[in-house]
C-alpha cells in the first residue's frame, strides 16, 4: 500500500478535476468566434481556426468560464426585478440563443441576449452581454468610467470585448449595447454603454473573412517569442517552435473552407475526394499537410497527374524527407513519411530555428535521442 494515497485527502477533487480538463480538451470551436476577433494577432486566430494544435486550458481557466456562465444567468434574473426591463435571452426564431453566422457560417457569435427598458435609456433595444472579471480588471473598468465616461470605457477597456460589442450590433441591427460586468460570484457589479461604430464592425467582418480565406499563416504580431502577448498565446510552439500541427482534416493540403454555403454550417471542401465535411473532419490516409503550415522548405511536390501523393521538404542540415499518403508510390533511397509519422516521431525538431538558448539545448538532446532511435 501507498501511504501517500491515504495522505492524500484530495484524491475525489484531483480526479474530478481531470475529468473536468478531459471534457473541455475535447470541445473544440469549429468557427472563427466574433468573441475573438478583437484579438491583435492575426496569425493566432488563423491557427485556431485551422485546428492546428489541441489546446490545453488549466482547471484554473475552465472553472472561470464556467463561473462566467453561470453569472449571466444570476444576473439576467436579477435585471428581470426592475420594472419595464424587457430581457430576451433566447431568439423567439429559433428557441435557441441569439446566433449571428456570416461567411458561410465559418464566422459566428452568441450574444447573451437584447434588452430594452434599462433607465438611462427606456426605449432602445440594446444588444445584452455580462462579464465575470476578477477584482483588478473590475476596478479598472470604474476608473475609466468615471475618467472617461462610460460611452468609451468598454473601447479603452478591453479591445477584445469592444469588438464583440461591435459585432454583435452590427449583426443584430442595433445601434447600442449594454454591459454588464460582475466580480466572480457577482457580489460587485456595474455597467457601461457603448454606441456602435459602423466602420469598426465593418472592417472587423473584413478582418475575418481575410483570415477564414488565407491558405497561409498571417504575418506573426511580433517576430520576438518573448514579447509578453506571444508569451501568453497558446499557439506559439506552432508559431515559433517549428512544431507539426495535429493531423486532421483542417490541416490537409486538399481542403478549405465553403465561405459560400447559405446554410451557415460551416462546411468545408475536400478536393481530393470531392466531399464536404464539418468541424475537424475524419483524417484519412491520403492526408498530407498544407504545405504552408509545416516549418520546412517546401522543394518539389508530385507532378504526376491529378492531385499530388507527396510533397518533399528540406532541413537547414541540407537532408530531405517526403511527406507521402496512401497513394504514393515509394520513393527509392528517400526518408518517405506520413502525417501521423511525421507527428507522432517530431521529425519536426530537426529543423529549430529558435534563438532561445533552453530550446536549442532540448533540440540537441532530442536530436540525439532520435538517432538512437533510428528515427533519422
Known amino acids: 500500500m501507498n501511504i501517500e494515497d491515504y495522505l492524500n485527502n484530495n484524491m475525489t477533487l484531483d480526479k474530478m478535476s481531470e475529468e473536468i480538463v478531459k471534457k473541455e480538451t475535447q470541445r473544440k470551436r469549429n468557427y472563427l468566434g466574433m468573441s475573438e476577433i478583437g484579438e491583435d494577432c492575426w496569425r493566432m486566430l488563423w491557427y485556431r481556426f485551422r485546428n492546428v494544435l489541441t489546446e490545453h ?9 464556467s463561473d462566467g456562465y453561470k453569472q449571466e444567468d444570476i444576473t ?24 449571428y453566422k456570416f461567411i458561410g457560417g465559418h464566422f459566428c457569435g452568441h450574444s447573451d441576449g437584447i434588452i430594452k427598458g434599462i433607465l438611462e435609456a427606456p426605449k432602445t433595444w440594446h444588444v445584452w452581454e455580462n462579464k465575470a472579471v476578477n477584482e483588478k480588471k473590475f476596478k479598472k473598468l470604474l476608473d475609466l468610467i468615471l475618467s472617461e465616461g462610460e460611452k468609451k470605457a468598454l473601447e479603452l477597456w478591453d ?25 466572480p ?10 454606441e456602435l461604430n459602423v466602420k469598426h464592425a465593418i472592417s472587423l467582418k473584413a478582418k475575418a473573412e481575410s483570415i477564414i480565406k488565407a491558405d497561409r499563416p498571417p504575418k506573426r504580431m511580433s517576430e520576438n517569442r518573448s514579447f509578453y502577448k506571444c508569451g501568453w498565446c497558446r499557439t506559439k510552439e506552432i508559431c515559433f517552435d517549428n512544431k507539426v500541427p495535429d493531423v486532421n482534416c483542417r490541416t490537409c493540403a486538399f481542403s478549405e473552407p465553403d465561405t459560400t454555403d447559405k446554410t451557415m454550417t460551416g462546411q468545408w471542401n475536400c478536393l481530393r475526394k470531392d466531399i464536404k465535411f464539418t468541424g475537424s ?33 528540406g532541413l537547414d542540415t541540407g537532408d530531405s524527407f517526403y511527406n507521402v499518403n ?14 501521423p509519422e511525421i507527428y507522432d516521431k517530431e521529425f519536426f525538431e530537426l529543423c529549430f530555428k529558435s534563438d532561445n538558448n533552453k530550446v536549442k539545448e532540448l533540440q540537441e538532446d532530442k536530436t540525439i535521442t532520435k538517432k538512437l532511435k533510428g528515427v533519422i
Open 159 to 183: 479591445e477584445v470585448y469592444y469588438a464583440q460589442s461591435q459585432v454583435y450590433m452590427d449583426s443584430a441591427k442595433l445601434t447600442r449595447h449594454y454591459l454588464t460586468v460582475s466580480t
Open 326 to 339: 496512401s497513394k504514393a508510390k515509394k520513393i527509392p533511397s528517400s526518408t518517405c513519411l506520413t502525417s
Open 185 to 194: 460570484g457577482g457580489r460587485r457589479y456595474t455597467s457601461c454603454r457603448t
Open 76 to 99: 439576467a434574473e436579477r435585471l428581470r426585478l426592475v420594472k419595464g426591463i424587457d430581457l430576451d435571452t433566447v431568439d423567439p426564431n429559433t428557441g435557441e440563443q441569439f446566433a
Open 281 to 313: 473532419g475524419k483524417t484519412c490516409n491520403e492526408h498530407l499537410f498544407l504545405n504552408t503550415l509545416m516549418p520546412f522548405k517546401t522543394i518539389d511536390a508530385d507532378k504526376g497527374g491529378g492531385a499530388p501523393n507527396w510533397i518533399k521538404y
Open 57 to 65: 486550458l488549466t482547471i484554473q481557466s475552465i472553472l472561470a468560464i
